[in-house]
């Protein structure tokens, strides 16, 4: 952890940032009908892979060599492994949603809880 930044007030930045993500994407973003646009869709798509990127060049420039380089190849490498994995999840929700035979527009809403 780097010297100029205490740790308990970075981590609760952190968790402070993590809260308010969560609760713009579970509770403001409304989607309407259970049916959102593709470009919609793209759109949030974009805004959280940019924060997630960003989130990297923080940890790349928080952290002192050698330590940027490391730790942030390390958050990179996760954040795509997660996002790869994060596919298998969706054809594993579209099952049980085929198998229980959840409405289309129920989705989201189960989605959440």
Do not use: C
């Amino acid at each position: 952890m780097p010297t100029t930044l205490p740790s308990a007030i970075f981590w609760s930045a952190f968790a402070l940032l993590v809260v308010v993500m969560l609760t713009i994407d579970l509770f403001l973003v409304k989607s309407t009908g259970g049916k959102r646009s593709m470009k919609t869709n793209i759109m949030w798509s974009i805004i959280w892979i940019s924060a997630a990127l960003a989130f990297n060049v923080v940890i790349f420039f928080l952290y002192h060599p050698p330590q940027n380089h490391q730790l942030a190849m390390e958050f990179l490498t996760a954040y795509l492994v997660e996002k790869s994995l994060s596919v298998d999840n969706l054809f594993v929700f579209l099952m049980i949603f085929a198998g229980m035979q959840t409405h289309e527009e129920h989705r989201p809403k189960v989605l959440k809880w």
